[in-house]
């Protein structure tokens, strides 16, 4: 049996409906279990919530959204519960590997050593940055997109394919033990390609200006470094690479990613 955490998140949603699409028994583990449903209450804040008896293989989608130490200690929480129900596999999905230089890349990393070092057998699934976000983060005001991305390309990925090839790892991990696999895309695009393909502007301000900008936004303390952390390290080169990991898991080229851009990017322009 297979056990997917975060399932209300939308990476996780997503490789429990892949699973369920497939006719592969999974269980959605998440915080608030919907009543009446076979959900599993799975509060990664919450030790004594953490019953793993019964399970294979656990997907443990990060719990992000919170300073390291916090992170840290959820994810610690799970492996060691991993550890101490017998779960055989544990799937674990991180960042890219040239995503060092993000803001939330040393939680990441941790966690990947925490459980290579574990009683486990495991396999690392190292996603690039979604196309969804990459497209929420160009945001257009007025016909101009002025996110800091300067002239770096980044190797998005669909969040569907992510999930697709979650579920792929999860259905047979005997196939997949103490691997990493760094899904980005198959090709790089640019913030300028994608305005010059919406018919906008494309007017890039400085990452100071957009700090102060988005520390005015009501985000949480740690979110405006996280966020100038992604456009600094795309605007500098480091999220451009590609690799073919995502398409060998899947059995078919990554899915274009440049659709699903332009679909929130019209969205947000026509908000």
């Known amino acids: 049996m297979?056990?997917?955490?975060?399932?209300?998140?939308?990476?996780?949603?997503?490789?429990?409906?892949?699973?369920?699409?497939?006719n592969q028994p999974a269980v959605a583990g998440t915080r608030r279990p919907v009543e009446g449903s076979e959900q599993r209450r799975v509060d990664f804040d919450e030790p004594g919530s953490l019953d793993?008896?019964?399970f294979a293989t656990v997907v443990m989608v990060s719990a992000g959204y919170a300073e390291d130490d916090v992170v840290i200690a959820r994810h610690e929480s799970v492996v060691a519960a991993a550890e101490r129900d017998g779960v055989q596999?544990?799937?674990?999905?991180?960042?890219?590997?040239?995503?060092?230089?993000?803001?939330?890349?040393?939680?990441?990393?941790w966690t990947e050593?925490?459980?290579?070092?574990?009683?486990?057998?495991?396999?690392?699934?190292?996603?690039?940055?979604?196309?969804e976000l990459f497209g929420s983060l160009l945001a257009p005001s007025d016909g101009v997109i002025t996110a800091p991305f300067g002239t770096g390309s980044v190797?998005?990925?669909?969040r569907a394919d992510l999930a697709e090839a979650a579920a792929i790892v999860a259905v047979a991990p005997h196939r997949h033990?103490?691997?990493?696999?760094?899904?980005?895309?198959?090709?790089?695009?640019?913030?300028?390609q994608v305005a010059e393909?919406?018919?906008?502007?494309?007017?890039?301000?400085s990452l100071g200006s957009h700090r102060a900008a988005?520390?005015?936004?009501?985000?949480?303390?740690?979110?405006?470094?996280?966020?100038?952390?992604?456009?600094?390290?795309?605007?500098?080169?480091?999220?451009?690479?590609?690799?073919?990991?995502?398409?060998?898991?899947?059995?078919?080229?990554?899915?274009?990613?440049?659709?699903?851009?332009?679909?929130?990017?019209?969205?947000?322009?026509?908000?």
């Open 2 to 22: 297979i056990l997917v955490t975060g399932a209300s998140g939308q990476l996780g949603r997503a490789i429990v409906e892949r699973l369920a699409g497939g």
């Open 113 to 131: 050593q925490r459980i290579q070092g574990s009683t486990l057998r495991w396999t690392i699934l190292r996603n690039g940055l979604y196309a």
């Open 177 to 192: 033990i103490n691997r990493v696999y760094d899904l980005v895309g198959s090709h790089a695009i640019t913030a300028g």
């Open 214 to 271: 988005l520390e005015q936004s009501g985000l949480l303390p740690f979110q405006p470094a996280m966020l100038l952390s992604i456009y600094s390290s795309a605007a500098h080169g480091f999220l451009s690479r590609t690799t073919t990991d995502l398409g060998d898991l899947l059995g078919r080229g990554p899915t274009d990613p440049g659709p699903t851009v332009m679909r929130i990017l019209e969205r947000q322009a026509a908000a």
């Open 52 to 54: 793993f008896t019964g």
């Open 197 to 205: 393909g919406a018919g906008l502007l494309y007017r890039p301000a």
């Open 155 to 158: 190797a998005v990925v669909t």
């Open 89 to 109: 596999h544990l799937v674990y999905t991180s960042v890219a590997t040239d995503g060092d230089h993000l803001g939330f890349a040393l939680a990441h990393r």
